[in-house]
T-cell receptor
């Protein structure tokens, strides 16, 4: 079976750092992706991890531990425009389809 | 570059009506898929295709049909709409895997469907 968990909602202050966690239990694993989705819009790709460790992309970093079934997305120097939902997705054991978590809605306050 | 084009943006149906959601991509992507997004449940895969003439079921295929006669188009058909199909629908595509490299999904802008 497939099970991906994320916190439902988080709140942070402009300029701060926030960490959004994702835990997964899936029958196979071929990579973990993070997507950003603003309200009423389509998801857009942020980053992905295949191997353990940290991937950095500007203000965004993503970490993966395959042995723990755990990932996090780190957002630094938060801006108001970062208010959005963040979706964690695991690529299945055939490397074909994504299984998405429920998403974490982040609110950035001034 | 248009990317993934999805129509219509909004649709209201009565129970029992049928309709087709259109999806087209101009990136020559092999893989195309349809998801539905419901509050608190994330994106769930309905159907997918790995190339023209090939389709397969995802997690929640009941009540939906798809076809892939060309690389560009992947329409989703609701055969007899039910209130449980009220949702936001997203079409998404990506390239096939090349040399083990993972390819991200590109999403259409979504269709908000209400079934009364």
């Amino acid at each position: 079976g497939q099970n991906i968990d994320q916190p439902t909602e988080m709140t942070a202050t402009e300029g701060a750092i926030v960490q959004i966690n994702c835990t997964y239990q899936t029958s196979g694993f071929n990579g973990l992706f993070w997507y950003q989705q603003h309200a009423g819009e389509a998801p857009t790709f942020l980053s992905y991890n295949v191997l353990d460790g940290l991937e950095e992309k500007g203000r965004f970093s993503s970490f993966l531990s395959r042995s723990k079934g755990y990932s996090y997305l780190l957002l630094k120097e938060l801006q108001m425009k970062d208010s959005a939902s963040y979706l964690c997705a695991v690529l299945d054991n055939y490397g074909q389809n994504f299984v998405f978590g429920p998403g974490t809605r982040l609110s950035v306050l001034p | 570059n248009a990317g993934v084009t999805q129509t219509p943006k909004f649709q209201v149906l009565k129970t029992g009506q049928s309709m087709t959601l259109q999806c087209a991509q101009d990136m020559n992507h092999e893989y195309m898929s349809w998801y539905r997004q419901d509050p608190g449940m994330g994106l769930r895969l309905i159907h997918y295709s790995v190339g023209a003439g090939i389709t397969d079921q995802g997690e929640v295929p009941n009540g939906y049909n798809v076809s892939r006669s060309t690389t560009e188009d992947f329409p989703l058909r609701l055969l007899s709409a039910a209130p449980s199909q009220t949702s936001v629908y997203f079409c998404a595509s990506r390239r096939g895997r090349v040399g083990g490299r993972l390819e991200k999904l590109f999403f259409g802008s979504g269709t908000q469907l209400s079934v009364l």
